[in-house]
């Protein structure tokens, strides 16, 4: 998946997903907590892979993620391709009302604006863009 989409999310906690990642992402999705204070949103296929994964850990491994299937959503979009995400993982990653939904290899992340551009300015003018891709020889 790929894409970037900068949208606002509604009073309500209603986010529009581009109709592309919808494609993408199928009828049901699921939102979880990702990293760096992003949400990840999965498509079934991608989810289940995700859960067949996590049959192969031991428990130890798989208790440290208790609060990501605690806080993990099942939506489908609505007529107007609005998903409704709950209150306390729009609290995790401090989606008030500007946010940029991205395309991310497997998942879609939802990113607060400023976060998002904060992370896209240091990864342009760092060098670390340039390193990690060269480190996967692309």
């Known amino acids: 998946m790929t894409g970037q989409y900068a949208h606002n999310i509604d009073a309500k906690g209603r986010l529009f997903i581009p109709a592309k990642l919808r494609e993408e992402l199928g009828t049901t999705f699921h939102v979880a907590i990702g990293q760096d204070h992003c949400l990840s949103v999965y ?70 604006a400023e976060r998002w551009a904060k992370l896209e300015s240091e990864a342009f003018s760092s060098g670390a863009l340039e390193q990690a891709m060269e480190e996967m020889g692309l």
């Open 43 to 112: 498509s079934e296929e991608s989810w289940a892979a995700f859960e067949e994964r996590l049959k192969t850990m031991s428990y130890s491994q798989i208790k440290a993620l208790r609060i990501v299937f605690a806080n993990a959503a099942e939506c489908e979009p609505d007529a107007q391709g609005r998903i409704l995400i709950p209150a306390a993982l729009r609290s995790y990653a401090d989606l008030k009302k500007e946010v940029v939904v991205i395309g991310s290899f497997d998942r879609v992340e939802i990113w607060n």
